[in-house]
């Protein structure tokens, strides 16, 4: 055996460590984009999530003003504390809706009582069933539509508040 | 001491809750009664990936978005929709990331090509090795 392929598989054995230590360093991101980025919204009617509030369809999106479609549910956690910082755009005049993924109206009402409630209108999405036609793969997740009901943006995982000014950015955009 | 109870703490500690309180779909876990469209709604089960743990099949997982994403597929089967048609639908909203099934897009080229390579190394090897012994 020559001398250089005598150290190969030492060789191999130090590109197999680097590869390693590179994906622990940097994880690979593990999000899937929607691919109706640039798309109509997806036709759908939801029941109410409360009695108190009117529900949503993809008939009230067209309305000629860009707004955020929150996907969010009262068990999910990070939840908690960006529907604090959807309070706040809707302080700045940004319409907000949402909808509730696999809950229930007391647990909704529950929710919204103990965190603050940013919502225009809420439907009940107890098989996930529109998340999934809308290409979102979590909660929570929302996604900017413009007055036409096209949709411009997805934002994946919560909108923290650093995130505020990119969001007012995004809904000047789509206006 | 102190750091002991520590530890026995954590033997106590739960999960942070991560799921919902609802029951799972109704065709999550329920087979469809004609066999030929549950085998059709297996198989493609089989194929799609889940979006939470990512690198187990739908029919494998047990996150709640897979159990809801096999009463879809049930559902639509049961209606009477091409597989075909419902792997689309999904490829339309999540890309070909959801689907197992390799397609001829130029990423997937090595996949196709390799097993052609692999045998052509494997018959250069074969054909050395009978030179070589020939020879001796």
């Given at each position: 055996m020559s001398r250089s392929?005598?150290?190969?598989?030492?060789?191999?054995?130090?590109?197999?460590?680097?590869?390693?230590?590179?994906?622990?360093?940097t994880p690979a991101n593990t999000n899937v984009p929607s691919k109706l980025e640039g798309k109509p919204v997806p036709n759908f009617a939801l029941p109410a999530a409360l009695p108190s509030k009117p529900t949503l369809s993809s008939a009230d999106l067209a309305t000629g003003q860009p707004r955020v479609i929150n996907i969010f549910a009262s068990w999910c956690v990070p939840c908690v504390t960006e529907v604090k910082v959807l309070q706040e755009l809707k302080v700045r005049g940004v319409a907000i809706e949402g909808i509730a993924v696999r809950d229930q109206s007391q647990d909704i009402a529950g929710f919204l009582a103990r965190n603050g409630d940013p919502y225009e209108r809420i439907g009940s999405d107890p098989q996930s069933r529109v998340q999934i036609s809308l290409g979102s793969s979590g909660v929570p997740e929302s996604f900017i539509v413009d007055g036409k009901g096209i949709i411009r943006y997805q934002h994946i995982g919560p909108i923290e508040q650093s995130d505020v000014p990119m969001i007012l950015g995004k809904l000047e955009q789509a206006r | 001491m102190k750091r002991i109870l520590i530890l026995l703490a954590l033997v106590a500690a739960q999960p942070l809750l991560a799921d919902s309180n609802l029951p799972p779909a109704y065709w999550a876990n329920r087979q469809l009664p004609d066999p030929k469209q549950e085998a059709e709604a297996q198989a493609l089960m089989d194929e799609l990936r889940c979006l939470v743990c990512q690198g187990q099949s739908i029919a494998d997982s047990d996150a709640e978005l897979a159990g809801d994403m096999r009463d879809l597929v049930r559902?639509?089967?049961?209606?009477?929709?091409q597989p075909s048609a419902i792997r689309s639908w999904l490829v339309q909203r999540y890309g070909t990331w959801i689907s197992y099934k390799?397609?001829?897009?130029?990423?997937?080229?090595?996949?196709?090509?390799?097993?052609?390579?692999?045998?052509?190394?494997?018959?250069?090897?074969?054909?050395?090795?009978?030179?070589?012994?020939?020879?001796?």
């Open positions: 392929l005598r150290f190969a598989p030492l060789a191999l054995l130090l590109l197999i460590v680097v590869a390693l230590v590179w994906r622990l360093a | 559902r639509r089967i049961a209606a009477g929709e390799p397609t001829a897009e130029l990423a997937a080229w090595p996949l196709w090509l390799a097993p052609l390579a692999l045998l052509v190394i494997g018959a250069w090897l074969v054909r050395r090795r009978i030179r070589l012994k020939a020879k001796s």
